[in-house]
């Protein structure tokens, strides 16, 4: 049994991005809760079920994570749920909503990241793979683990310097069209992007997602319950998730992302191939990881990911425009709900300035992982119409 | 010797103690299936055979041997030990008997370091139960 156009997202707050310095982590959660329910033109008592992400930085206190968002706004949710797949979190919450609305639960599922990780100092550094081995030699941050896939794909394809730079510029070019990204009037050329601080070789710090403080909700529900409500209601037609943990005992891990299994599905749930794509959010923790989807999606050829931006396929009026606002990258860092607001967003023919005219359908993707270590991650696909 | 070495160090429990032994012997082990040959893919986290699980592994003694399959050059600082390292290199070894291996390059500029470079293994001992395998250029 296929879920497909038997819900959509009804309603979607969106916080300012940047910094908020002394913002409270649960005061922004339940400002952006609160955006989603009026978008959606409900009330607080509508929303009967509550899913969020924690923040990276409230993680490194411990296991009390989440706050008393419910209480703030009066929600009387039959179940609150910290759901934790990495940046697969905001696709796996629309899946865990759809559940509880199907078995007859619930009626509106809350789904919900915010952070305020730029003003608590965050610098991810946990060591990839757990426990202290890597961290022996000196091996720190998924940053440097995704950097090491960067290299060998350099090696193996003879992708370049600029052509990672070139997602990098061409993601900040977007966000020069949209007033609300974090890096709004902070343009980037390549010459910017060359000289920017390295952090592990071959990644500069521009190759990296920003930290920013802010939050982003969305209100799942079924078509009947959304019919009566103020937004244009935007369908899910295919939801896939799948980790290729195979990948593993395979050297080509470092050069190819767990795409496949996510992809399969839910195309196959959509009914549809990527020809019928106008628009595409990939989920952009590095750059490396938007080129390695490029290519998994089959937006390009295998190896062909870094001449695919450098020539700009990637932008508006391109093949495919890919991460509109500006993305994790240069928009605001909201783990898998960036994508996921931004397609929203296009389906709503809310882009602004970088709006994809007439966009139907829309790719997003989360790429993410709760035990890091060897490239080998979980990765999740979500199809959306309007 | 291990008062002064202030890095981190790897935690050795059950899994992995037979690997430590024998790096503290000088002796690169990996996991290997004793039904198929086949030696596991990748060190770290362990895993079993791809065809047949971990029913039939067995630490088994390699050559050192092997080359630079990726690697990174930090030069950002993430934790203080590495202050008087900055900068330096982080590498996946592909071993001759096809496993990869997350180690350092040492005797050796990070600016020369290439991908497919030859290596081979020596050993830094760090502490009294810890002796780390690192690589250098191998002739």
Redesign the interface.
């Known amino acids: 049994m296929s879920l497909k156009d038997k819900y959509v997202i009804c309603g979607l707050g969106v916080s300012k991005q940047g910094k908020m310095p002394g913002v409270n982590l649960n005061a922004l959660r339940a400002e952006v809760a609160q955006l989603a329910i009026d978008d959606a033109g409900l009330t607080a008592k509508d929303i009967d079920g509550y899913i969020y992400q924690g923040s990276m930085a409230e993680m490194r206190g411990g296991f009390f994570v989440g706050g008393n968002v419910p209480q703030r706004l009066g929600l009387e949710p039959k179940f609150i749920w910290r759901l934790e797949t990495g940046g697969v979190t905001a696709i796996s919450s629309i899946l865990a909503a759809t559940g509880a609305i199907e078995a007859g639960l619930v009626h509106y599922v809350l789904c919900l990241y915010a952070a305020t990780d730029l003003s608590e100092g965050l610098?991810l550094?946990a060591?990839p793979?757990?426990?202290?081995?890597?961290?022996?030699?000196?091996?720190?941050?998924p940053g440097?683990d995704h950097?090491?896939?960067a290299?060998?794909h350099m090696?193996e394809y003879g992708t370049t310097q600029e052509q990672l730079g070139a997602i990098a510029v061409t993601q900040r070019q977007y966000a020069q069209m949209r007033p609300d990204a974090f890096m709004y009037n902070r343009p980037l050329t390549m010459e910017d992007y060359l000289k920017s601080?390295?952090?592990?070789?071959?990644?500069h710090?521009l190759d990296m997602c920003l930290i920013s403080d802010g939050g982003i909700a969305f209100i799942v529900t079924t078509p009947e319950r959304a019919r009566n409500l103020r937004p244009k209601p935007v369908y899910i037609m295919g939801i896939g998730l799948g980790h290729q943990l195979?990948e593993?005992?395979?050297?080509e891990q470092?050069t190819t992302l767990d795409v496949g299994p996510s992809k399969e599905a839910a195309f196959q749930m959509a009914g549809l191939t990527i020809e019928d794509l106008d628009v595409a959010q990939l989920y952009d923790c590095f750059t490396i990881t938007v080129l390695l989807e490029t290519e998994g999606y089959g937006f390009c050829k295998k190896g062909e990911g870094g001449a695919f931006y450098a020539e700009g396929h990637s932008k508006l009026g391109g093949k495919i425009p890919i991460n509109t606002s500006g993305g994790n990258l240069s928009w605001g860092y909201n783990q898998g709900f960036t994508p996921v607001a931004e397609a929203v967003r296009q389906l709503r023919r809310e882009g602004g300035a970088t709006q994809v005219k007439d966009a139907e359908i829309a790719l997003c993707s989360g790429h993410g992982t709760t035990?890091l270590?060897?490239m080998n991650y979980a990765h999740g696909t979500l199809v959306l119409r309007r | 010797m291990a008062q002064e070495y202030k890095k981190p160090l790897p935690v050795i429990d059950a899994d992995y103690k037979p690997y430590w032994d024998a790096a503290k012997r000088h002796e690169l082990v990996q996991y290997r299936c004793q039904i198929c040959g086949d030696f596991s893919p990748i060190h770290y986290p362990i895993t079993g055979c791809p065809k047949h699980g971990r029913s039939k592994m067995e630490w088994t003694k390699v050559s050192g041997k092997g080359n630079v399959y990726t690697f990174v050059v930090f030069r950002m600082l993430f934790d203080p030990a590495f202050k008087d390292e900055i900068p330096y290199n982080v590498a996946i070894i592909e071993l001759a008997e096809g496993s990869l291996l997350m180690s350092n390059i040492v005797q050796c500029k990070n600016e020369d370091i290439k991908v497919g470079m030859p290596v081979e293994v020596v050993f830094e001992d760090v502490s009294e139960e810890v002796s780390l395998p690192k690589f250098k250029p191998a002739p």
């Open positions: 610098v550094a060591p793979g757990g426990r202290n081995t890597p961290g022996s030699f000196g091996m720190f941050s440097a950097a090491f896939a290299r060998r090696y601080k390295w952090v592990a070789e071959p990644f710090i195979t593993s005992y395979r050297k470092y035990s270590g060897s």
